[in-house]
């Protein structure tokens, strides 16, 4: 009795190696082309900030109040903010704003070693 169960062992064992084996060498069979490519997702990091660093421009200026310093000092807490999020982040941005009497006036330059990304644009103050 003793024989046939040292032979389970031994058939198990040996069945066990020929499959891992097997998957072994069709692993190195699998082409390339068969695995995702997640490299575009990667890349999307600076974009997606700078467009929400934009947007949060935008809607700073709707939300602040008609009086001029405290729209400025609102620009200027954001200002700090976004600069060192973005050095954080291991990007170098510029975020200039002029207030003018009816719209504010955002100079925004974001440099990565992938990219460089530049907007000009103006939002009109709310009445």
Partial sequence: MLNLSNKKAQFFILTTVVIVGVFYTLSKYINP???LDTSKAATG???????????????TV???????????????????????????????????YEVLPNT????????????ALKANFTENRPS
């Fill in 104 to 115: 504010v006036k955002f100079d925004m330059i974001l440099t990565s070693e992938r990219m």
């Fill in 33 to 35: 082309y068969a695995f």
């Fill in 45 to 59: 990091g600076e974009t997606f900030f700078f467009d929400n660093v934009k947007e949060k421009a935008i809607k």
């Fill in 62 to 96: 709707k939300i602040s109040p008609r009086d001029d310093g405290n729209l400025t000092d609102n620009l200027q807490e954001y200002k700090e903010f976004v600069e060192k999020m973005a050095s954080d982040n291991g990007y170098n941005f510029n975020f200039d």
